[in-house]
């Protein structure tokens, strides 16, 4: 006995469910729970963990905590900073005594004095009134000669400059920012030695 018409017809059973009614995707959710229902995640991608959930994997995994240590560093670091400024601010600056006008006065007076004596000395070094061995002996008996830097006296010589200067000192085993009155009885040696060497060797070149 033959079948229903159309029976097998794959056309006519496709056609027939596309006349059925569309489903709604809320209307198959529950009547009694007034919470909507969460959207479907899009086809291909994974579904979003919540907080909680991606704060543990990422303290789990080694990125984070990599992370979490530099900023633990970065932090500590930051406090060291601001203990240390805290301690600098805290500290006292030094403050000079207070002077009375009569004591400024009379320190300006005596600066006065010593730059006088030392232009003097200058002066007679290069004129040739005064020897660079008769500065440092009085550099040795606190004369104001003493504050003279050494490589103030051999530029004020004649023939010295700075080139000159530099060679003699080194020479000598002096520092650059020595003073006269600092000079031991070896270095004063060496340098008046030095010093006359250079001398005779100018002389004999003039002639």
Known sequence: ?????????????????????????????????????????????????????????????????????GAGGAATADEAVQ?????????????PPPRSGEQRKAALDAARQRNAELKALRAGLQSGELTLA????????????????VRTALMALPGIRTARASQLMIRAGIGGGC??????????????SAVGTVRRQSTAGRR
């Not at 440092?136 to 504050?147: K, N």
């Not at 003073?179 to 008046?192: D, W």
């Open 134 to 149: 008769e500065l440092l002996a009085l550099a040795q008996s606190g004369h104001a000669a003493g504050r003279m830097p």
């Open 1 to 69: 006995m033959p079948g229903a018409v159309g029976a097998g017809d794959p056309h006519l059973e496709q056609a027939m469910l596309a006349q059925l009614p569309p489903v709604s995707y809320l209307g198959r959710w529950p009547r009694g729970n007034s919470a909507p229902p969460p959207s479907p995640a899009p086809a291909g991608t994974a579904a979003a963990a919540p907080p909680a959930a991606q704060g543990q994997a990422s303290a789990g995994s080694p990125g984070g905590g990599l992370a979490q240590a």
């Open 179 to 192: 003073r006269a009155g600092a000079l031991s009885a070896a270095q004063r040696e060496l340098l008046v």
């Open 83 to 95: 203990t240390a400024e805290a301690k600098q601010a805290a500290r006292p600056k030094p403050v």
